[in-house]
């Protein structure tokens, strides 16, 4: 179809405060969480975008989110953090939200929702430490990144891997193809 896409996960300039941008809100589900938040994000692409004279072009934003309950596992702080999470998915079935949100033709928006299932077998303190020490928890949702050392402890997973990745690839073609973006 001949169209660029610019693609923002986080927003880029320093005026712009991520971490603003995540805080919970009291009594917020997951789903409502992640949602708001990726269309956060692409609030600020666009006027990141508007900001430095861009032409326009089809924005695509993402976030995800790791829930126990309405437990929401956000990135961990720190190691002692990620300890922390993964002892509690460990031996759970947990869900991973992705929220997408596509801007296309000035102000038209398109979202999507992907919510996928992951079992962790029980983990030792030592399988614990042993990953974390990778450093791969660190930067992740949960404290985990599936495609990485934390598969081997993944008992069941139902959804979207790439969903659980960060980007759920059928829910974005989706968003793509109703905004003309990618042909049918």
């Known amino acids: 179809m001949g169209h660029e896409l610019l693609l ?7 005026a712009e405060d991520v971490e603003a941008i ?5 009594g917020e589900s ?10 956060l994000k692409l609030d600020a692409a666009v006027a990141r975008r ?8 089809p924005i695509l934003c993402s976030d995800t989110t790791v829930a126990l309950g309405r437990t929401i596992y956000g990135k961990p702080a720190d ?18 939200l992705t929220a997408v949100a596509l801007q296309v033709d000035g102000d038209r928006r398109l979202a999507a929702l992907s919510v996928s299932r992951v079992r962790f077998a029980p983990m030792s303190a030592a399988q614990i430490d042993a990953y ?15 495609q990485g050392a934390a598969a081997q402890h993944v008992e069941h997973l139902s959804g979207s891997y790439s ?6 690839l ?9 905004a003309g973006v990618l042909a049918p």
């Open 132 to 146: 974390v020490a990778s450093g791969e928890p660190l930067g992740k949702a949960g404290a985990y990144a599936i």
């Open 8 to 14: 923002a996960n986080a927003p880029g300039d320093v």
């Open 170 to 178: 059928f829910e974005t073609a989706r968003l793509l193809r109703a």
């Open 30 to 39: 997951p789903s409502a969480y992640v949602q708001r938040v990726t269309a």
């Open 163 to 168: 969903g659980i990745m960060g980007l759920p």
């Open 50 to 57: 508007e900001r430095r004279s861009l032409r326009p072009a």
């Open 79 to 96: 190691a002692s953090e990620a300890r922390r999470m993964l002892a509690e998915l460990a031996g759970h079935e947990h869900r991973v």
């Open 22 to 26: 995540e805080v919970l809100r009291r």
